[in-house]
C-alpha cells in the first residue's frame, strides 16, 4: 500500500514527514513524501522555519503521483497561503481517502502555521478531508469556540466528512471526539501524564490507514486511539528534551513475525481449512479489542501463503479470544496462532519439549458464553507453567485446531518454524 505524506521536515525526526516515515512503515505501508517546509528544532526547542517554494512542492505531489499508485494521502504542516493553493490544486480530485492534521505550532514552541493561511486553510483543505484529526486547542482555533462537540460540527460544516477532536482531558481519561455524518461518539483511555512528541502524528497516519484499507471511521478512530496510546507508553528519551513517541511497536512486532512464518519453506502444510490468524496484544487485555489481529485471515494459496487483510486492533475474535484466556491465568503470554490439528504435530511438540494442553469439547457446558474461552480456561486450569499449544480434536462440524502460545509474536513464529517439517 503506498500512502503520502505531504508536511514539513522535522530533523529530530519526532513528527512531521519523518514520523509519518516510521509510522506508515510500522503498519506495513509505503511511505512517499512530499516537504512543505523546512523546520529547525529539536526535542527541546525550536529553531525556526522555511517553507519550500510551491513550484517545487508542486512538482513533488505530481512526480510522486505519476509514478505510484496511492491508497490515501496525509495532510500534515502547510504552513501558509501559497502551500495551501497548491495541495488543494494538485490533490482535489484524486477521490482517494485523505486525512487532514492540522498542525498549529510544535511541542517545543514553534508557529507552524500563519495566522493569515487560516481562512485559506479552513476554504481549500478541510473541504478535502475524507477524515480531520486536530487535538482539542486545534480544534477551537479552526472554529473559534472553546466546546469540542460544538467545534466538531462547526468544522464538519465546512466540508469535512468525518471529525476526531483528540486530546479531550477528564480526570484520569484521555478521549476522541467523533463526529461521523450526525452520529456522534467518545472513545477513552487511561490518560499518561507528561508531553511527547510525535502521538498526533501516529494517531492520524493511523487514521489514514486504515481509511485506505477499507475500513469505517469508527474502526480507524478506535485502532487510531489505541495506536497512539501505545506509542505514547513505548515513547523514548532519545535527546535531552522531550521523549519521542516509538510508532506502534506491537504492530511492528507482529507483522515481523506473520512474514517470518509466511517465509517459512513449507508452512502452507500447517494452515487449517479455517486458515490462520495471528494476534498480539499489550498487557492484560479485557476484550478482543485491545487485540491486534489479521482482519482476514493468513492464508494458503497453492504451496504459499497470503496475508488477506490489514492488522488491526479487533481483527480477531476466536484466535484473540483464545489469547484474552490464557493470558488471564499467564499474563506473560502476549501472543497467539492457530495452526492445523495432526497427532503428528502434536507427538513433535512434545518431543521438542514443548509444554501441550489439551481440552475437550464434548465436555462444554450448554451455559459457556464462548467455546474458545470456556476450551482454553479449561486446558490451563490445572497447569502451573504457561503452554506452549493447546489443542482439541474438534467436534460436531467443528474443526480440531491447535494453538500455539508465547510471549512475543516472534515466540510464536520460533514455535511454529520448528513444527513445519513434522
Known amino acids: ?29 509505503h511511505c512517499l513524501s512530499a516537504v512543505t517546509a523546512i523546520t529547525a528544532q529539536n526535542t527541546s526547542m525550536f529553531g525556526g522555519v522555511e517553507p519550500v517554494s510551491p513550484g517545487i512542492l508542486g512538482e513533488q505531489i505530481k ?56 481562512k485559506s486553510y479552513k476554504k481549500l483543505l478541510v473541504p478535502l478531508a475524507t477524515a480531520i484529526t486536530p487535538n482539542q486547542e486545534e480544534a477551537g ?72 484499507s477499507g475500513y469505517g471511521m469508527c474502526d480507524a478512530a478506535r485502532f487510531a486511539k489505541q495506536a497512539a496510546h501505545e506509542s505514547i507508553k513505548n515513547a523514548i528519551k532519545h535527546g535531552r528534551g522531550l521523549p519521542i513517541t516509538d510508532t506502534a511497536p506491537i504492530t511492528r512486532m507482529l507483522l515481523g513475525a506473520i512474514h517470518r512464518i509466511m517465509d517459512a519453506r513449507g ?34 494459496v497453492g504451496n504459499h501463503t497470503v496475508m488477506a487483510g490489514q492488522v488491526r486492533y479487533g481483527g480477531s475474535k476466536h484466535v484473540a479470544s483464545a489469547l484474552i484466556a490464557a493470558s488471564k491465568k499467564f499474563p506473560q503470554l502476549r501472543a497467539a496462532a492457530n495452526i492445523r490439528y495432526s497427532e503428528s504435530v502434536v507427538s513433535a511438540a512434545k518431543a521438542a519439549g514443548m509444554r501441550v494442553s489439551v481440552y475437550d469439547r464434548s465436555r462444554e457446558p450448554e451455559s459457556a458464553p464462548s467455546t474458545i474461552s470456556w476450551g482454553i480456561k479449561s486446558a490451563v486450569s490445572g497447569i502451573k507453567r504457561p503452554p506452549d499449544i493447546i489443542y482439541h480434536t474438534g467436534g460436531w462440524g467443528k474443526e480440531p485446531m491447535i494453538m500455539v502460545f508465547g510471549i512475543t509474536p516472534d515466540a510464536v513464529a520460533e514455535k511454529i518454524t520448528r513444527l513445519i517439517d513434522t
Open 1 to 29: 500500500m503506498n500512502l503520502l505524506s505531504i508536511g514539513g521536515s522535522d530533523p529530530s525526526s519526532g513528527s512531521g514527514i519523518q514520523g509519518d516515515i516510521r509510522a506508515f512503515s510500522s503498519l506495513g505501508a
Open 63 to 118: 512526480c510522486i503521483m505519476a509514478d505510484f499508485d496511492l491508497a490515501g494521502i496525509k495532510i500534515g504542516m502547510v504552513y501558509n497561503q501559497d502551500i495551501i493553493k497548491v495541495i488543494h490544486r494538485t490533490i482535489r480530485k484524486t477521490g482517494i481517502p485523505i486525512v487532514v492534521d492540522p498542525v498549529v505550532r510544535s511541542t517545543t514552541g514553534g508557529v507552524l502555521l500563519e495566522r493569515q493561511a487560516l
Open 141 to 212: 482555533i479552526l472554529a473559534g469556540v472553546r466546546s469540542h462537540a460544538k467545534a466538531a460540527r462547526i468544522i464538519r460544516d465546512m466540508g469535512a466528512k468525518n471529525v476526531i477532536v483528540t486530546g479531550i482531558k477528564k480526570g484520569g481519561k484521555i478521549s476522541d471526539y467523533i463526529l461521523e455524518k450526525d452520529a456522534h461518539r467518545t472513545i477513552s483511555d487511561t490518560l499518561i501524564r507528561g508531553t511527547n512528541r510525535g502521538s498526533g502524528g501516529v494517531h492520524s497516519a493511523a487514521v489514514l490507514f486504515c481509511l485506505a
Open 267 to 300: 508452512i502452507s502444510g500447517l494452515i487449517p481449512e479455517c486458515q490462520t490468524n495471528f494476534v498480539h496484544s499489550g498487557p492484560n487485555p479485557k476484550n478482543t479489542g485491545d487485540v491486534l489481529g489479521v482482519a482476514g485471515r493468513i492464508v494458503r
